[in-house]
């Protein structure tokens, strides 16, 4: 079965990004999360999400259409 929900640590791993920035992301609201008691999880499309938005602003593509 897939995973559907990735801890922070995981989440930066996969964009290839810091710890600081996947949690200043998640803080933010630009990567959707979800609080499962003290620790806020991803959901995998959320990532997918995340990265389709920043593919279609970098190429002026209207961000609505791709939701």
Do not use: C, F, H, W
């Not at 959320?46 to 209207?62: I, P």
């Amino acid at each position: 079965m897939p995973r559907i929900l990735y801890p922070t640590d995981e989440v930066a791993q996969q964009l290839g990004v810091g710890l600081t920035t996947a949690k200043a992301l998640i803080r933010s609201g630009e990567l959707r999360s979800v609080k499962i008691g003290r620790a806020r999880r991803v959901p995998a499309d959320a990532l997918q999400e995340y990265v389709q938005r920043l593919d279609a602003e970098q190429n002026g593509v209207d961000v609505t259409e791709v939701a």
